[in-house]
């Protein structure tokens, strides 16, 4: 499966982007997909994740309550919606996928074997 981010870009501090991820070869349909970002001289690390078949979410504690993993009706696409941007949100956003991925894992990264190429999102205050 190839996996392509979109929606980065400028936003203002409070503003609330929507991240998608489409997936090309085959659908997001069992598994996990999930969000990770990378903020500059950092490391990479888990933003959210989406059980693929049963619906269960999972979120980073500085995300939650503020951004929502969902996945859209014909499972091709994941999608990020961010609500009340921070500076500190700032970072290039990934996509991944992993059907065989456990859940005691899916906070790390090396739990997914496929990634989106990424999509920077730049928060202004």
């Known amino acids: 499966v190839q996996l392509q981010a979109s929606g980065g870009g400028l936003v203002q501090a409070g503003g609330s982007p929507r991240l998608s991820c489409a997936a090309s070869?085959?659908?997001?349909?069992?598994?996990?997909g999930a969000w990770f970002r990378q903020a500059p001289g950092k490391e990479r690390e888990f933003v959210a994740a989406?059980?693929?078949?049963?619906?269960?979410?999972y979120y980073a504690d500085s995300v939650k309550g503020r951004f929502t993993i969902s996945r859209g009706n014909a499972k091709s696409t994941l999608y990020l919606q961010m609500n009340s941007l921070k500076p500190e949100d700032t970072a290039v956003y990934y996509c991944?996928?992993?059907?065989?991925?456990?859940?005691?894992?899916?906070?790390?990264?090396?739990?997914?074997?496929?990634w989106g190429q990424g999509t920077l999102v730049t928060v202004s205050s």
């Open positions: 991944a996928e992993s059907r065989s991925a456990i859940l005691s894992a899916i906070r790390t990264d090396r739990a997914y074997s496929n």
């Open positions: 070869g085959r659908t997001f349909s069992s598994g996990y």
């Open positions: 989406l059980r693929l078949n049963g619906g269960n979410t």
